[in-house]
């Protein structure tokens, strides 16, 4: 009963935060911020599906300044800022997946799912591509509360060859918890719940208990942990690789710890394009 209570008094808080008034009429501003920048093309507009390459790589909450900075420590090739169509995974996924594909998704998101399981929005993943591959139901690890990159790279190598059809390899990280070097998880919670995970980040910063400077450093540690899987990886695929993200991740800016849907703050809507060599 306890549980339930504290998941509804959390559900509650993070409802009254993301509908304020202050937090509407400065989404209000970004969202102009946003449609100025595509309408005079001051910046380009990630496109997915018709994009060009063999093997997609998606970072899920990855910023595009924390991936500049990193990128060229493990990556050899062309990188290009874009902006998402969305600011979390849920309109990401109905936003530039509203077809059908005929490529394989190996997934370490749950949302993206084989089972026909569908998110919050009704998305059916199981509808719209001709293989999912769920990293996030058989290399899940309980124990630090999601899918670490090490397993989606096995996955990866275990389903080769993957026939004469195009690959998206969807990892977790940086999406919380993080797993890097520098550590900021929460015992029985997992990336799934992920909203709750970043209302206890909020209220740590607020209490002083987690200064923003090891929020800032445990996201770039586990960004680089997935970046040296990658690197890892790429050696490995065949043809044309990109690298991009679904969405970015507010860290303090707008008084937020997460990627909130229909936000258009440029922390989450600049995400990588980076086109591997």
């Given amino acids: 009963m306890l549980q339930v209570r504290t998941r509804q008094v959390e559900r509650i808080a993070l409802e009254r935060y993301y509908n304020s008034a202050k937090w509407r009429i400065t989404n209000?501003?970004?969202?102009?911020?946003?449609?100025f920048k595509l309408a005079f093309n001051i910046e380009k507009q990630q496109e997915v599906a018709g994009s060009k390459w063999d093997n997609l790589i998606v970072l899920d909450s990855c910023r595009y300044d924390h991936f500049e900075q990193l990128c060229d420590d493990y990556l050899d090739g062309a990188?290009?800022?874009v902006l998402?169509?969305?600011?979390?995974t849920n309109e990401w996924?109905?936003?530039v997946w509203n077809g059908f594909y005929d490529l394989t998704y190996i997934s370490a998101m749950?949302?993206?799912n084989s089972k026909g399981v569908p998110t919050a929005w009704g998305y059916v993943a199981a509808k719209h591509f001709n293989r999912i591959i769920d990293v996030w139901d058989f290399g899940w690890d309980s124990d630090i509360g999601?899918?670490?990159?090490?397993?989606?790279?096995k996955a990866v190598l275990d389903a080769m060859p993957l026939a004469d059809r195009r690959v998206v390899i969807h990892y977790v990280q940086p999406h919380q918890p993080y797993i890097g070097e520098t550590k900021i998880t929460f015992p029985r919670q997992s990336a799934a719940k992920g909203p709750r995970t970043a209302l206890r980040i909020k209220r740590l910063l607020?209490?002083?208990s987690l200064t923003l400077e090891r929020l800032l450093r445990a996201y770039r540690d586990n960004l680089i942990l997935v970046l040296k899987c990658i690197a890892e990886l790429v050696p490995n695929l065949s043809g044309k690789t990109v690298v991009t993200a679904d969405h970015g991740e507010l860290l303090s800016e707008m008084g937020g710890i997460w990627h909130p849907c229909r936000c258009y703050h440029s922390k989450l809507r600049e995400v990588p394009w980076f086109e591997v060599k």
Avoid: F, H, W
């Fill in 28 to 35: 209000s501003v970004k969202r102009m911020e946003y449609g």
């Fill in 79 to 81: 990188l290009q800022r």
């Fill in 84 to 88: 998402s169509p969305a600011s979390c």
């Fill in 93 to 95: 996924l109905k936003t």
């Fill in 110 to 112: 749950p949302g993206i």
């Fill in 146 to 153: 999601t899918v670490p990159p090490q397993n989606v790279n």
């Fill in 206 to 208: 607020e209490d002083g």
